[in-house]
């Protein structure tokens, strides 16, 4: 027995030395780098079976490809009241401006009360500095909105700013609140020698359009008359980089009538702002709108 059991032992032992001797041949035929790798002749084996794979599942069947998507329009996109409105709206047809206003307020597909929108394409272009617009201007109507304004100024005038009408009127204390970012206001009017101290938030205040700039009105010593204006009905408009003005002239329940009057104060506005410079048509295209509504073309009669 117990020179079976020594047997089986020395064989035990003959097997791992053969096996050991195997490997270590094995690494021996391969190479540190190159095509005679190890990690080489893994990877060309993986690849090779990858590719069996591949070939296999071809064999079983092509892989099953449903039908071509159909693209729908823009207008077959919209909501079922925006297509019914639109109907109403003649294609590449020019309305006189009356009309045009007319035709936003019937179409207006939203239960809330909207903006009418009015977009014009100028001829302008705003790289050039005596060609980028940029004025305000005071609606007869006002924009119907309530409009939050803020003061940041000495004591004694932030006093006759809360009387004017202001909701924000405070010192160094708001600078605290724009450390916490707390905007809660729609305009910011700022007396010249408090800029300075705004100048760290400029990029807080900038992208939202709250910081305070004196061709908008907002960085003056009158601080009473600023906030009147800011609650009545003043706004501010620009050209964008593709040289066209979208403003809002007032709600849809102002009526016809006080729309139309806000659109002649915008439009006195704007072509007071016409560049010496500009050669050719100043007002090229312009169209209405309200809030999700439809575009309506209007006859150019602006220049």
Do not use: W
Not at 92 to 117: G, M, Q, R
């Amino acid at each position: 027995m117990a020179e079976d059991k020594s047997a089986k032992e020395d064989i035990k032992t003959e097997d791992v030395a053969v096996t050991e001797e195997a490997t270590v041949a094995e690494q021996e035929n391969f190479a540190k780098a190159g095509k005679r790798s190890k990690k080489h002749v893994e990877e060309v084996k993986a690849e090779a079976e990858r590719q069996e794979r591949k070939a296999s599942a071809a064999q079983e069947g092509e892989k099953k490809v449903g039908p071509k998507p159909v693209t729908r329009s823009r207008l077959e996109r919209r909501s079922k009241g925006y297509r019914k409105v639109s109907e109403k709206v003649e294609k590449n047809k020019a309305y006189s401006l009356e009309d045009a206003v007319k035709l936003a307020i019937e179409t207006s597909p939203v239960k809330f009360d909207a903006t009418l929108e009015m977009h014009f394409r100028l001829g302008v272009d705003p790289r050039q500095a005596d060609q980028n617009i940029r004025a305000t201007v005071t609606l007869p109507a006002g924009t119907g909105k309530n409009v939050r304004v803020a003061v940041f100024a000495p004591l004694d005038a932030c006093k006759l700013a809360k009387a004017a009408g202001a909701d924000i009127a405070e010192d160094e204390e708001f600078l605290a609140k724009l450390d916490k970012e707390q905007l809660d206001f729609d305009v910011l009017i700022s007396m010249p020698q408090y800029m300075p101290k705004l100048g760290k938030y400029a990029r807080l205040l900038g992208p939202k359009g709250l910081m305070p700039n004196p061709k908008a009105g907002t960085v003056t010593t009158d601080i009473e008359k600023a906030v009147k204006e800011a609650k009545a009905g003043k706004i501010e408009y620009r050209v964008d980089k593709q040289a066209i003005v979208h403003v809002g002239l007032g709600k849809l329940s102002f009526g016809a009538d006080k729309l139309m009057e806000n659109i002649q104060a915008f439009t006195d506005s704007l072509k007071a702002q016409k560049p010496a410079s500009i050669k050719g048509q100043y007002v090229k295209s312009v169209y209405i709108s309200t809030t999700m509504g439809p575009s309506i073309l209007v006859e150019n009669n602006f220049n």
